[in-house]
């Protein structure tokens, strides 16, 4: 059967279709991953359990408290910072693409975006959000 | 690809009698097998090579005993591996735990189907390539905090943690950096970005102007640093984390997160080239590498090039010492970024005015995709 022919239900069918090679990769690597994790489960030592193998990585000591604790804020803070950037970028690219089409009037464009992307980036700077040698 | 599989079909014979849907869907299959045994089986040179290098470095010899000069090590090193034993924590969270390194695989291995081994040798020629690259890594982030929240382990989750801020960190002048070479190319194909970079060594983007060679900089760093290489490496800093966020995973589990270490170092290496070291062009003109067999040496002159970079990788790791974070910090933020605004800037100005050298004479093979193919039969 021919795919347009799904179109009224599948609008976006024949579009997606250039990414079926990465659908059948990212199967591929799951594929990959979950054999080799069978046949280690097949072929691996297993060696009777006792409550100081089991336990979680402390230099030896038996481990004080839940590791799941508060953390800095700093990690945080770079989270909020990727998602500010980052959904710039995500702008430009087809920007970049289209640069062609009206180079006078994108190139203004983008300098007025970036301008206030650089405000933003001032501003990240001057309130030390990245300075973590500060305490 | 699509437009190999068809110079095949017209080629012969008997592939003409057969659907071609048959035909692309082995090739699709076929292709996608190919490429995940290419980057697992080099990833395990790799590792190899790492080890020599660094033996050499500090006057020794490394791993020379399994195979010629020690090539098979990997293979003794995985069946070792697979032999071990499995263990997880007994206060670790086993579904996430368990789940971790199966995604960090995936979005290493996934993104390699759109990176043109050679001209035409491509799973998927999409206009999105570069951003499906860009997209398809980042989700390794996820897979890295999974594994250090599941572990439950301090090491585990101060490295998870480290990592996290690292990888997003430096994915922001990573993009920006890629992105001067889409400027100048004018798409995001990959396939297109290297047939601009035809002809003469000066036609390659890192001499185009003085931004793609800025741009070419600071994409290396800003991808030894998304890749956690050294000097970049806080987030397994051995002396201080013990392993950090894979401090818990044992036999072939912690196999994979290292197969997709040396993965993402490897599509890096050959991302880099093809943006901005030519592809699989020798950069002598008259020399096109896009004939049916010759594209096969193309494939090895952007394995020759890939090499290099994968050598200098190892050579910075086992020369610089470690960074400090807030230094890491710093230069993402105060030096990388602004210095990448700049070099897309510039190249947004090069463009404008027009003074960017001519670029490739060949067109892109395979424009639709397997759209076409979708559409109806063989175009």
């Not at chain 1, 990959?32 to 046949?39: G, I, K, Q, T």
């Not at chain 2, 067109?363 to 397997?370: H, L, R």
Request: glycine letters at 10%; hydrophobic letters at 55%.
């Amino acid at each position: 059967m021919n795919v347009l022919d799904l179109a009224p239900v599948l609008p976006l069918a024949s579009e997606m279709a250039e990414f079926i090679p990465v659908l059948v990769m990212l199967i591929f690597g799951l594929a990959f991953a979950a054999l080799n994790l069978v046949a280690s489960f097949l072929l691996g030592q297993k060696a009777p359990t006792n409550p100081v193998k089991d336990m979680a990585y402390e230099c030896g000591m038996p481990p004080i408290s839940d590791a799941h604790q508060r953390f800095s804020v700093k990690f945080y803070l770079v989270a909020i910072l990727f998602v500010l950037f980052d959904i710039e970028v995500v702008f430009l690219y087809p920007w970049a693409v289209k640069f062609e089409a009206d180079k006078a009037f994108l190139f203004v464009e983008m300098l007025i975006f970036i301008g206030i992307l650089f405000l933003g980036w001032w501003y990240v700077i001057r309130k030390g959000a990245v300075n973590w040698a500060q305490e | 690809m699509q437009a190999w599989l068809d110079s095949l079909i017209a080629g012969s014979e008997l592939l003409q009698q057969v659907p071609a849907g048959l035909i692309y869907t082995i090739g699709i299959l076929g292709a996608c097998t190919l490429v995940l045994l290419f980057a697992s089986l080099l990833a395990g040179e790799v590792v190899w090579l790492e080890r020599r290098v660094a033996g050499r470095m500090q006057a020794r010899i490394g791993p020379n005993r399994v195979g010629p000069q020690g090539l098979l090590q990997f293979l003794a090193d995985g069946l070792k591996l697979l032999g071990k034993e499995d263990i997880i924590p007994a206060t670790a969270d086993k579904a996430v735990f368990l789940m971790a390194p199966v995604i960090v695989f995936m979005g290493a291995f996934a993104a390699y189907c759109v990176m043109p081994f050679g001209y035409g040798l491509v799973p998927a020629d999409m206009n999105l390539g570069l951003f499906l690259i860009l997209s398809i890594t980042s989700i390794e982030v996820v897979g890295v905090i999974m594994a250090g929240w599941a572990s439950n382990s301090k090491w585990s989750i101060l490295g998870a943690m480290r990592e996290v801020a690292q990888m997003v960190s430096y994915e922001i002048p990573l993009g920006i950096a890629a992105l001067s070479v889409a400027i100048l190319a004018g798409t995001l194909n990959l396939t297109d970005i290297t047939l601009q970079q035809g002809g003469g060594i000066w036609n390659w983007y890192v001499f185009r102007g003085p931004f793609g060679f800025i741009g070419f900089f600071a994409f290396f760093i800003a991808a030894l640093a998304s890749l956690k290489r050294a000097p970049f490496d806080l987030p397994e800093a051995e002396s201080e984390l013990v392993a950090g966020f894979h401090t818990e995973y044992t036999g072939f589990r912690f196999a994979i997160f290292f197969l997709a270490e040396y993965a993402g170092m490897i599509l890096f290496a050959m991302l880099t080239s093809v943006l901005f070291l030519g592809g699989w062009y020798t950069g002598i003109p008259g020399i096109e590498l896009d004939g049916a067999g010759s594209r096969w040496i193309g494939f090895g002159v952007l394995f020759a090039k890939t090499s290099f970079l994968l050598f200098v990788m190892i050579w910075v790791r086992w020369s610089l010492p470690r960074f400090r974070i807030d230094r890491v910090m710093y230069l993402c933020y105060k030096v990388l970024l602004p210095i990448s605004v700049l070099c897309v800037v510039g190249a947004a100005a090069q463009v404008w005015l027009g003074i960017t050298l001519a670029g490739g004479t060949l067109a892109a093979p395979g424009e639709g995709g397997f759209a076409d193919w979708l559409a109806g039969g063989r175009p």
